[in-house]
Structure formats: structure tokens, C-alpha cells
């Protein structure tokens, strides 16, 4: 069964730092990717890393946000730095694969001012 488990998250205050991490039970994913959503809003994209670590994201987030990956653990992380209250949300991890998307349970990042 494929599963995709996060982990990390808290309340932090502003400025503070959190690393978020999800697990995959399989090795089939290329694409590895961070959603955001926040009370009332839609889920938006953050963060994408390919298989060979190619990276893109948010404007948003640019400068402040590092994703990467562990292709040995199928593990892929949002290391995110300099957090604002703004950031408050549910993250979730994403993969795509044979025209499905796999979604983790996702994981509360709460930034204080």
C-alpha cells in the first residue's frame, strides 16, 4: 500500500525555523512536491524537487523555503527558515504517479507573531 507520512510540524514564532519531513512507503516517485493550506484558503503548491534534485518554488517562499530529498529513505523534506505568522497552515507532501496524485495526512505548521 502506498503511503505517504509527514512529520514535523509545531507552533513556532516568528522568525523560527521548522524542517518538515515525508516518508514514502515505496520507491516509485519522481516528482516530490509541498502543498500548503491555510484556514478558509485553497491548497497551494510550495515546493517540487524531481528525481535528480532539480528544485522550484513558490514566490512566496523563495529564499526562505529549502526543499530536498533522501531518494535512499524515499524521504523528501521542506527545510523552512525565517518562518511569518503568514505561514501558518496545513502542510501536505504530494507525488504524482501514473496519473494519480498520492497525498500525505498532513502536518499543522503554526507561526506566532
Known amino acids: 500500500q502506498v503511503q505517504l507520512v509527514e512529520s514535523g510540524g509545531g507552533l513556532v514564532q516568528a522568525g523560527g525555523s521548522l524542517r518538515l519531513s515525508c516518508a514514502a512507503s515505496?520507491?516509485?516517485?519522481?516528482?516530490r512536491r509541498w502543498y500548503r493550506q491555510a484556514p478558509g484558503k485553497q491548497r497551494v503548491l510550495v515546493a517540487t524537487?524531481?528525481?535528480?534534485?532539480?528544485?522550484t518554488y513558490a514566490d512566496s517562499v523563495k529564499g526562505r523555503f529549502t526543499i530536498s530529498r533522501d531518494n535512499a529513505k524515499n524521504t523528501v523534506y521542506l527545510q523552512m527558515n525565517s518562518l511569518k505568522p503568514e505561514d501558518t497552515a496545513v502542510y501536505y507532501c504530494?507525488?504524482?504517479?501514473?496519473?494519480?496524485?498520492?497525498w500525505g495526512q498532513g502536518t499543522q505548521v503554526t507561526v506566532s507573531s
Open positions: 515505496v520507491s516509485i516517485f519522481s516528482i
Open positions: 504530494n507525488s504524482p504517479h501514473l496519473g494519480r496524485d498520492y
Open positions: 524537487i524531481t528525481f535528480g534534485g532539480t528544485t
